[in-house]
């Protein structure tokens, strides 16, 4: 035999036990995968739209237009985000695992936490770049919506601004487009990341795509109705034991999207709480921590 | 001799089946050791698990009982991958990517990065001959090509042992061979190749040592020199034997009390007879 001839080859390289750049590896690849799905398109449908309710004249006042313009176009980023986190993320591990890549990424060196992270990082990639271009769009619209109008108020008057006209272009700004407008695209952004999380958890043991979405979807519409069911079942009962754990149980299991409702305040014109915001983050990422942790202890002995 | 590079222990895999208590003994107390060095061969029908037994080892799979450990690290310890490359039964891949990207992919998930993950590219697409396809995605690639960058890709972080799952199945002559080719090249370079296959005659000339599988429990394991052989008996293959020869030879036979001719004819596959030996035996067994 010629093993006397030959050299054994050197033991590898030692690997980190840990290691940040093959999430990041994993996280870019899933970015490529989703731009190469095409996903990206769906951004010139939403360009479409909103030169649609742009440039249609359905309201009767300036600022009742712009009023409109920006909740259609931000309650439009608000649905794309979570509704693109559902099903993009409940598409990709079980792809993962009809080509067998799964197979080959989970037999090299890499943890299965990491494949889990980097999906998830992959896909909020994909929502966040989408919606930063979005509300730059929207933005842009809205701030140009907003000069024509007052540049229409201020040519209605001959020589001297009256105080109508400046009541009048108030009005025009106060509905017009507002810093603020950003925390209502990060509110959007982070609901989408929980809702990722929750359908990660999910894909990890559903076997199809459809059950994950269709839960993934019940979660987040059962997760607006918090206050709902505390209230409900706080009346209903005498507060007995089981429907206290009932209660705790759901609180649990369900997160709670309503931590996200603010923004739709913010697209109206209310002014932001900072209160809000923090919450809103650190609740985020308490869920996030959870979901992820929760989906590794189902992936971590799942077998292939 | 030094650490074995693939140690198997008495390992047991079971899969209960759907809900009712079915259970189906996939890998029945199966034990081996691939050498460091060796090209070892796992033989055996569909079903006869193999492919499990190399996810145990790769730790995508947990074994019901017994172990493995590979270069000595328990399988599904991030080491234990660090030193094997895998290529499972009908790779797929990122069909989006090219051969390029794929290795790239693969190559940074082990922690390669700059010029010495690009030299390294370079090295295996020249290895597995895909050089002209390297920027074409894997969408056209025919299914001998997808074998061959599934090659590479398991080599991207020079591991110590490549694990190849039916690594010739599906392919035309012309890809066995070259695959094949790889494989002996593979050895030569100091690999340790433990592959599975349940054609006998395209891995028999490649394997050092083979085990035959069949129904999870490993039925006889050697050199195939040693497989083959039937001591009692001695096969002798001549060249341009006349008639009058063969007939010289059959009247000394007869002459002999103990000596018999019971086969007489051109030489083929062996190992593949002694396959259906056993699977017959097996058979047998059973209906007894
Ligand atoms: N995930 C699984 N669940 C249930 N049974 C399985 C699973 N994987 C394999 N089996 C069964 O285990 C046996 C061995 O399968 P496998 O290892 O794939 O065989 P081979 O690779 O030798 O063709 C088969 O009977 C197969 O049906
Ligand atoms: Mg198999």
């Not at chain 1, 739209?49 to 742009?54: D, E, K, M, R, S």
């Not at chain 1, 305040?265 to 979901?291: E, K, N, R, S």
């Not at chain 2, 891995?203 to 069949?214: H, K, N, P």
């Amino acid at each position: 035999m010629s093993e006397s001839t030959t050299t054994l080859r050197a033991p590898a390289r030692e690997v980190p036990l840990f290691s940040i750049r093959r999430v990041w590896t994993l996280a870019i690849s899933t970015l490529t995968q989703l731009v190469r799905m095409k996903t990206f398109y769906f951004l010139f449908a939403f360009a479409v739209l909103l030169l649609a309710i742009g440039n249609f004249n359905f309201a009767s006042s300036p600022a009742q237009a712009l009023s409109t313009v920006k909740k259609v176009s931000f309650g439009a980023m608000d649905l794309f985000a979570w509704l693109f986190a559902i099903v993009a993320t409940a598409l990709l591990i079980p792809r993962d695992l009809e080509d067998r890549t799964l197979y080959t990424i989970l037999s090299k060196p890499v943890r299965r936490i990491e494949y889990l992270l980097g999906k998830l990082c992959g896909v909020l990639i994909v929502i966040g770049i989408s919606l930063s271009v979005m509300f730059v769009v929207c933005a842009g619209m809205i701030q140009w919506k907003e000069a024509g109008y007052i540049a229409e108020e201020i040519g209605t008057t001959e020589n001297q601004i009256t105080e109508e006209t400046r009541q009048a272009i108030l009005l025009i700004q106060k509905n017009g487009f507002h810093p603020e407008l950003a925390i209502a695209t990060l509110a959007s952004f982070m609901k989408a990341a929980v809702v990722a999380s929750v359908t990660i958890l999910l894909s990890t043991f559903a076997s199809s795509s459809l059950f994950t979405i269709i839960i993934s979807v019940l979660v987040f519409l059962v997760g607006h109705a918090h206050t709902m069911a505390t209230n409900f079942w706080l009346a209903e009962s005498d507060n007995s034991i089981v429907v206290q754990m009932l209660l705790k149980l759901f609180k649990i299991v369900i997160p709670n999207f309503q931590i996200f409702s603010f923004s739709e305040g913010i697209v109206q014109g209310a002014t932001v709480m900072p209160a809000a915001i923090w919450q809103m983050a650190g609740l985020t990422g308490a869920y996030l921590v959870v979901f992820m942790l929760l989906s590794l202890l189902t992936f971590v002995d799942k077998e292939f | 001799m030094s650490e074995p590079a693939v140690e198997v222990s008495n390992l047991t895999k079971v899969f209960s089946t759907g809900l009712s208590k079915n259970y189906v003994v996939a890998v029945d107390n199966l034990s081996f050791e691939v050498a460091a060095g060796e090209v070892y061969g796992l033989i055996g029908p569909n079903g006869s698990g193999k492919s499990t037994t190399m996810k145990v080892v790769l730790g995508l799979m947990a074994a019901s009982k017994g172990s493995a450990k590979v270069f000595g690290y328990e399988s599904g310890d991030i080491r234990a991958r660090n030193e094997i490359g895998f290529l499972p039964e009908n790779p797929y891949f990122y069909k989006h990517l090219s051969g390029e990207e794929t290795l790239k992919f693969y190559g940074k998930l082990c922690g390669l990065k700059g010029s010495e993950l690009k030299d390294r590219i370079a090295e295996l697409l020249k290895l597995v001959d895909l050089e002209g396809a390297a920027k074409r995605r894997l969408g056209g690639y025919s299914k001998g090509m997808l074998q061959r960058i599934g090659l590479a890709q398991t080599l991207i972080q020079n591991p110590r042992l490549v694990i190849l799952d039916e690594p010739t199945a599906g392919v035309d002559p012309v890809g066995s061979r070259q695959i094949r080719d790889l494989i002996l090249k593979l050895k030569e370079d100091g690999y340790t190749v433990f592959l599975c296959s349940h054609l006998l005659e395209q891995v028999q000339e490649v394997c050092d040592r083979v085990g035959i599988i069949f129904k999870g429990r490993m039925r006889r394991e050697g050199t195939l020199d040693e497989l083959i052989r039937i001591e009692s008996q001695t096969a002798m293959t001549l060249e341009n034997a006349s008639p009058e020869l063969i007939s010289k030879i059959h009247d000394l036979i007869s002459s002999d009390d103990a000596a018999k001719v019971i086969e007489e004819g051109h030489p083929r596959t062996t190992l593949e007879r002694l396959f259906i030996q056993i699977a017959d035996q097996n058979r047998k067994e059973e209906s007894a």
